[in-house]
């Protein structure tokens, strides 16, 4: 299973923490916005989409094709069933 909507909870996530520094009268250098985004995304999908399928395998092994990454490239090779 693929997420496509990454770009859209990334865009998301920008705009509120773009907003929430405009809000504050703070500024952010660009390393650190972008570290606090890609923090941002990762936990977001945790928490959305990984967190979930783990849950209907309680008792069951970790599973390595549940991974996130934002530039997901197919490589069907890595792929285990």
């Known amino acids: 299973m693929v997420f496509t909507k990454l770009d859209i909870l990334r865009e998301t996530l920008e705009k509120k923490l773009e907003e929430d520094l405009v809000r504050k009268g703070e500024d952010m250098d660009d390393n650190a ?8 995304v990762v936990k977001a999908v945790q928490t959305l989409c990984v967190e979930p399928l783990r849950a209907l395998t309680p008792s069951g092994p970790e599973y390595p094709w549940i991974a996130t990454s934002s530039v997901y490239a197919l490589q069907l090779s890595k792929l285990k069933f």
């Open 33 to 40: 916005f972008e570290a606090k985004i890609e923090a941002g």
